[in-house]
């Protein structure tokens, strides 16, 4: 059974940074391309950010593209997104998702529980 | 590449056919997807490729359409039917969803 459980999130003030992790099991990391999807409180889902299996193709929203940094270490089953100049338009639930496909994302499979950001203005 | 659901609240029996809609502002082949979200529940994969059922997924869910215009049809509504359900493209990068259509009681 898949498990992707994400941890990180909390409460940052405009301007900080968080990093979030995802730990995987269940199924051959390094074999799944991987992603963040967020949601606003009351809103509708939006892709953030994916990276390949192999860590070295990674992909951004423009939203988010060049404050955010996506990352893996496939040794550890891990997935990380390194958040930088957050702002209040950024609070959300982020989930970490599991995609079909190796190198560019495609559609999730799996999703975890999800963890909440929230920036604080 | 945008996505547009509609209608954005669909009210509806159980038992009854539930007839979504995904127009995208561009063709996307049939590089669409769709997604059930119940309420305080995370996202599951319901469709891919616009209209294969992913692992699970009873048959009463079937997708269709190809190029801008994309169908997900619910046949004989269940309880547990009730939902947002989203469409989502991976033709080209950024990956994007609809909005979400909202199936609710009627």
């Known amino acids: 059974e898949v498990q992707l459980l994400e941890s990180g999130g909390g409460l940052v003030q405009s301007g900080g940074s968080l990093r979030l992790a995802c730990v995987a099991s269940?199924?051959?990391?390094?074999?799944?391309?991987m992603n963040w999807v967020r949601q606003a409180p009351g809103k509708g889902l939006e892709w953030v950010s994916g990276?390949?299996?192999?860590?070295?193709?990674?992909f951004y929203s423009d939203s988010v593209k060049g404050r955010f940094t996506i990352s893996r270490d496939n040794a550890k089953n891990t997935l990380y997104l390194q958040m930088d100049s957050l702002r209040a338009e950024d609070t959300a639930i982020y989930y970490c998702?599991?995609?079909?496909?190796?190198?560019?994302?495609?559609?999730?499979?799996?999703w975890g529980q999800g963890t909440l950001v929230t920036v604080s203005s | 590449v945008v996505l547009t659901q509609s209608p954005g609240t669909l009210s509806l029996s159980p038992g009854e056919r539930a007839t979504l809609s995904c127009r995208a502002s561009?063709?996307?082949?049939?590089?669409l997807a769709w997604y059930q979200q119940t309420p305080g529940q995370v996202p599951r994969l319901l469709i891919y490729?616009?209209?294969s059922r992913a692992t699970g997924i009873p048959d009463r869910f079937s997708g269709g359409g190809s190029g801008t215009d994309f169908t997900l049809t619910i046949d004989r509504l269940e309880p547990g039917d009730f939902a947002v359900y989203y469409c989502?493209?991976?033709?080209?990068?950024?990956?994007?969803f609809g909005q979400g259509t909202r199936l609710e009681f009627k």
């Open positions: 990276i390949s299996g192999s860590g070295t193709t990674t």
């Open positions: 998702a599991q995609d079909r496909a190796v190198v560019t994302p495609v559609w999730f499979d799996s």
């Open positions: 490729g616009a209209s």
């Open positions: 269940g199924f051959t990391f390094s074999r799944s391309a």
């Open positions: 989502q493209t991976y033709h080209s990068s950024p990956i994007t």
């Open positions: 561009r063709s996307v082949t049939t590089y």
